[in-house]
């Protein structure tokens, strides 16, 4: 969470889908209960990127030079580059649709490695909140999640990004939706977790958009001081703020926990250096739980930011079972 305390399912999310508006579902679980679960870790001090064995730079996506073809490897489940008018058509929801939020743009002049087509989510506060593209896909155990994003010289605070979730099924109807919604509330166990990797403006203290940082919710997590269960913060304790008008390279991964044991992860890249890597995490309670569901997103509001419209660019998107690294530079014909 970047700037404040209301989560992107509560007030964004929830505009996305009628089905959405159903909340959170609750189910009897008999997994066994698992004693001192850590919780987040806001100020860092959990992060074991130092010392994590974890990749670093280079990745799969070395063998496919801007990208092109990457698709056809192995470990890949999913790319997206913009490149054709049937982009829409594989993602499984794009909102809002009729307010202008969403648009394939030619930003190929900022950077050799961004072809002719770019994801343009512009949140113009007189008319939308921004918007994003879901792509539900077929889970495993270990995903990890590349993109390329680029702020608007002119963009404010974000107050919620790309966000990672479990549901009950990738394919079948309501369950497809089980890890939508839930704002405030600690899921049980077996039908939604989510993670958020996002800009942090620290309540206007960060210079915008601000630092990166986990926001997830799952069933050990900690309550707010209001009680309530707002997204737990996963930080690194430091590191430099977010540039405007630059492709970044952002990386995310996660590790499902086996059910009743602490052993799940999280970590997130940017630029090919690992900023942050969190273990003995205990997601879920069931191993039918799994993360299948990525929204590519710019919500914003206007608690915190000044300007009326704040455009965030995406590009290079690519899903996979294996670190993907950042993208290769294209041959030089």
């Known amino acids: 969470m970047n700037i404040s305390l209301l989560p992107l399912s509560l007030v964004c999310m929830t505009s996305l ?15 066994p209960l698992v004693a001192s679960a850590p919780a987040g870790d806001p100020k860092g001090e959990r992060n074991v990127a130092s010392k994590s064995k974890l990749p670093r730079g280079s990745g799969l996506a070395t063998r496919f030079p801007g990208d092109k073809g990457i698709e056809q490897d192995a470990a890949v489940v999913f790319a997206e580059q913009f490149e054709d008018s049937e982009w829409r058509s594989r993602f499984g929801e794009a909102t809002p649709l009729k307010q202008n939020a969403l648009a394939v743009v030619d930003q190929s ?14 949140a113009d506060l007189k008319k939308n909140h921004g918007g994003g593209l879901t792509k539900w896909f077929e889970p495993s ?51 939604r977790f989510s993670t958020g990797i996002e800009p942090w403006g620290d309540w206007g203290r960060n210079t915008p958009p601000g630092k990166w ?45 086996t059910p009743g044991k602490n052993d799940g992860e999280q970590a997130f890249w ?40 704040n455009i965030v660019y995406f590009d290079n998107l690519v899903i996979a079972r294996k670190y993907v690294g950042p993208t290769a530079p294209p041959t030089k014909r």
């Not at 889908?17 to 997994?31: E, I, Q, R, V, Y």
Request: charged share 25%.
């Open 213 to 257: 940082n986990f926001y997830s919710y799952w069933h050990t997590m900690s309550a707010a001081p209001d009680g309530k269960y707002w997204g737990n913060a996963f930080r690194p304790k430091k590191q430099p703020l977010i540039e405007r008008a630059k492709w970044i390279c952002v990386e995310m991964m996660l590790v499902h926990n």
């Open 109 to 122: 002049s900022t950077s050799p490695l961004i072809g002719s087509g770019t994801l343009e989510v512009r």
């Open 17 to 31: 889908s009628p089905a959405l508006f159903s909340g959170a579902s609750f189910f009897k679980d008999d997994a």
């Open 270 to 309: 940017i630029d090919g250096k690992l900023r942050g890597h969190w273990t003995d995490i205990n997601w879920r309670k069931s191993e039918k739980l799994l993360a299948n569901a990525f929204t590519l997103t710019s919500y914003v509001t206007d608690r915190w930011t000044k300007n009326d419209i």
């Open 141 to 191: 155990e270990r995903i990890f999640i590349r993109f390329y994003t680029r702020f608007h010289a002119e963009c404010d605070y974000v107050h919620h990004f790309c966000t990672l979730r479990a549901n009950k099924s990738w394919t079948r109807g309501k369950e497809k939706w089980s890890g939508f919604g839930g704002a405030g509330v600690k899921p049980v166990g077996d039908e």
